[in-house]
């Protein structure tokens, strides 16, 4: 027999999935793949805007960070990062053409430096000799 945290966490998928459009291809890589329904940050809230529709890749990624307490929305050391910030500074990375300078990537996305290099740590992108970030 189920628990009744597990029920209850049943219900809130099955009512989040009901209520939340499903998208075409995944929300953070915008591949067409298999989706899941993911908790932005594990609280399971019943609000739609905490749930993203996500690959199984990019939610093993995220799932990773979470386990591994690389990611906390309210940690104000900056020794976190938002899964939103990371998400920014991926989309940025994808849509640019050349390389980029990290002061470019602050000024278009809004973020700090140090999220930003962790961003980029987690991300795995590389910076060139000459200090530009590059594009893959």
Known sequence: MKSYRANAYS??????AENK???ESCERCH???????SSNDHKYTGDIKDWEWICRSCHKKKDHLIKNKKYDPNDSKRKNINVATL???EDFLKAQKKPVYKSEIVRSVGV?????NLALGMLKIKIKNDGRIKIC
């Open 11 to 16: 219900k809130l998928h099955v009512w989040i």
């Open 21 to 23: 459009p499903k998208p």
């Open 31 to 37: 591949k067409k793949k298999k989706l899941d329904l």
């Open 87 to 89: 998400k920014k500074v």
């Open 112 to 116: 700090d430096y140090d999220s930003l």
